[in-house]
């Protein structure tokens, strides 16, 4: 089982930027991806940014790509997802996941078993 934090949310104006981070404990050698998830009033819950945590590789919605930067510290076994260029449809609960993956879609939820309790995050124009 492992265990996820986040932190870091907040409220921003548009063009601004945040920090959000993700602690992980646990049977964190039981997962090699994590990610970062959002989920706004009314819809589905999406696929940020994930990374491979073997070699960090990354992955992106198209959304975010340019824009958000999702990246790790091993030694602290946190993950960190660094938002710039906030736009008011960035506004969401942002969750932590973590799970093991072997190919297929980073971007689905249901395939990671670890989750956070999620951090707001509020983008105003």
């Known amino acids: 089982q492992v265990q996820l934090v986040e932190s870091g949310g907040g409220s921003v104006q548009a063009g601004g930027s945040l920090r959000l981070s993700c602690a992980a404990s646990?049977?964190?050698?039981?997962?090699?991806?994590m990610g970062w998830f959002r989920q706004a009033p009314g819809k589905e819950r999406e696929g940020v940014a994930s990374?491979?945590?073997?070699?960090?590789?990354?992955y992106y919605a198209d959304s975010v790509k340019g824009r958000f930067t999702i990246s790790q510290d091993n030694a602290k076994n946190t993950v960190y997802l660094q938002m710039s260029n906030l736009k008011p449809e960035d506004t969401a609960m942002y969750y932590c996941?973590?799970?093991?993956?072997?190919?297929?879609?980073?971007?689905?939820?249901?395939?990671?078993?670890?989750w956070g309790q999620g951090t707001q995050v509020t983008v105003s124009s």
């Open positions: 646990g049977y964190t050698n039981s997962v090699n991806y």
């Open positions: 990374i491979y945590r073997p070699s960090g590789y990354t």
């Open positions: 996941a973590a799970g093991l993956l072997f190919g297929g879609d980073w971007s689905v939820p249901m395939r990671y078993k670890s």
